[in-house]
Each structure stands twice: as C-alpha cells, then as structure tokens.
C-alpha cells in the first residue's frame, strides 16, 4: 500500500533523517478502540471513536457501500486550541459554539469534512495534542500561561493562556529529545492505524489532507509513513527562509522543530514522500508566508517529483484561507487520486 522506498536511495535517508529530527518512528496501533454514540445529519452519519486518551469521528455517506476510500482529515491550529475536529467537522451535538465564526473567517462558512463526505469519502477526525480534547486543562496550566489569560473570560481567557503555554510544551519536548510536532505526529499515525482498520473504510485507499497546521500535520506524516494514497496540503507551504524573514510569528511549533532545518529545508519534508501523488494549496495573499517563499517551495517539490507528474499545485487568490472553492478543488483532486 502506498509508495514503496529503495532503502538505498538518498530520499529514503532523507526520510530517515527527519523522523530522527522530529524524535519519532512509527507506532504500532492502540489496542482498543471504543464506538460511542451515532447520528445521521445533513448528508452525514457519524459515529464517535475513542483510544487511549483521544477522541475522534468517522464520518460516512448514510447510504454508501463499504468499503470506501477514506481520507484522514487534520485539523489546524487556527488560534484556538480549546476545540480540535469540531474546528472542520460537526458531531452529535450539532455545531460546536463559537465555531460558526471560526468557519466563516477561515473556511468559508462551510465544514470540510462534510463536502468530504459528500465526494463519497470516509473521513477520519481526532484530537490532537493540545487541542480539543487533548488540551491541557486550565489547571494543569503553569502559572505563567494562567497570568496571560487573567483578564479574560470564558474560551479567551483559555486561548489566551494556551496560546502562551505552547511555547513550554515545545520546550519540554526539546529537553526530551523529542519535539511538539514530533508529538503530534506519533498521534497522527496511531490515526492512520485506526482509520485502516475500519471496517467501513478500505485500507488501501487512505489519504490524508490539512490547512495551515494541519498542512504542516500532512506533511511530517507523508515523510514518516508509506501507508498513504495521496494527500493534500493547503497553506502551509514555503521555505524556512521566508518564514525566518518576518514570518515566524505567525508560524506555529507544528511547522518549526530545533534540527529540523539542518536536515532539509520545509518543502523537501514533504517531496520525501515522492512519487506520492500530492496537491499543494498556495494563498497568493497569504500573510504566513512571502510570495517568493512559496515559490521557492513550489519549485522544491517539482525537483523531488520530477518528472513523475504526481505533484500538482493549484494557486488561489486568497489570504490565509480554506475556501469552499479551495475544498471543492482539494475533494476532486482526490476523487482521482484516491
């Protein structure tokens, strides 16, 4: 399943090289995964999973048959760390408050994972660490994060002290030999288990997809894994240079690891994984990044794929963004890939 990598050529050291930067390999599966509540709602059904400490739901045309092709669905930093996969997909309960406004500033006021669906996919969401339901609670928090939030209240008085917490997170991970990206994708992967494990979904037929961070997500873990069809990165694409000339402030640890850069530069993470079939979403107006960097990166990505002709770009005039259109492209690219 996937592409297959000559342990001989200098991609696969390269791969080799990243995880060992990231302080990663990969996990074996979790050993039990719990089904909670179901729904059918708006074109969807959905059942909630749970292992270990994460929670997550998969998602379903009502009236397909199984097996489908599946797609593991990242979710993204977007500020708000207080909610995770109730940030591109509705659950049980409906629209999660607050996201509303979230979805209409960044996703064009639509859920991803719901046009998703409705291009015949299963879809995969979960929490990942410290978002939704793996944040760290308001009182596990040190007491220099609670002070960033003290005249605040409600979910900004958390966002605001999160915010400052992850700072310390990638710190500790640093001190562990380890790193917060490298965190997060040991949980992607045990996911991406999950995910081939359903019996609802074909496990030779999985790709992955993320906006911003999430992009970042899809990309650690095209570099970690052969086991994807294809994938999809939207927004989180340019060169460490660019984000180190003005950009960094608005880069999250999901995208910088300390060692990272010595091995490769951020484009050559993901053009690891060629000839993956792979589709880059660049913002022409993107403030996380410069025109120039983007460019440089799609370049990059042209080099490792060559002439395999996997690799697709697709450029929007848009700021830092998913929009309906962006996800309507990103779901017909795959119908194809998948």
């Known amino acids: 399943m996937g592409t297959q990598f000559d342990l001989g050529c200098p991609r696969f050291a390269r791969r ?3 995880g060992n930067a990231l302080g990663i390999a990969e996990t074996p599966p979790p050993r039990q995964v719990t089904r909670g509540r179901r729904w059918t709602r708006d074109g969807v059904r959905g059942v909630e999973l749970t292992w270990n400490d994460t929670s997550a739901w998969l998602l379903t045309p009502p009236e397909a048959e199984h097996p489908l092709p599946a797609i593991l669905l990242m979710h993204g930093h977007d500020g ?7 940030k591109v997909a509705d659950g049980p309960d409906g629209i999660a408050p607050g996201i509303a406004a979230l979805r209409e500033h960044g996703y064009g006021g639509g859920a991803p994972a719901a046009r998703l669906v409705a291009a015949g996919f299963a879809v995969l969401i979960h929490d990942v660490f410290p978002w939704g339901g793996r944040r760290v609670p ?3 928090l040190p007491e220099r994060a609670r002070r960033a939030g003290a005249n605040l209240e409600g979910q900004q008085r958390y966002e605001a002290a999160a915010r400052e917490h992850e700072h310390g997170l990638a710190k500790i991970a640093a001190l562990q030999g380890s790193s917060l990206a ?4 040991l949980e992607d992967l045990t996911a991406l288990h999950v995910l081939s494990d359903c019996a609802e979904v074909d496990a030779h037929r ?3 997809a993320g906006f911003s961070g999430g992009g970042a997500r899809v990309a650690h873990l095209l570099a970690c894994t052969d086991r994807l069809r294809a994938a999809v990165i939207t927004a ?3 060169t460490y240079a660019d984000i180190a000339d003005g950009h960094a402030d608005n880069t999250s640890w999901l995208m910088i690891t300390p060692g990272l850069p010595a091995v490769c530069d951020w484009p050559e993470i993901a053009g690891s994984a060629a000839p993956t079939p792979l589709l880059v979403q660049f913002a ?3 403030s996380h990044f410069g025109t120039g960097g983007m460019r440089e990166a799609e ?4 080099r490792d794929y060559r002439d395999s002709k996997t690799l697709s770009t697709q450029w929007f005039s848009e700021p830092h963004r998913f929009t309906r259109t962006m996800q309507d492209a990103a779901a017909s690219w795959l119908g194809l890939h998948v």
């Open 236 to 238: 989180s694409m340019s």
């Open 206 to 208: 999985i790709a992955t």
């Open 138 to 140: 308001w009182e596990d």
């Open 299 to 302: 370049a990059s990505l042209r």
């Open 80 to 86: 708000v760390k207080f909610y995770g996969k109730e």
């Open 16 to 18: 080799a090289a990243i």
């Open 284 to 286: 022409e107006q993107d």
């Open 182 to 185: 490298g965190r997060v994708l």
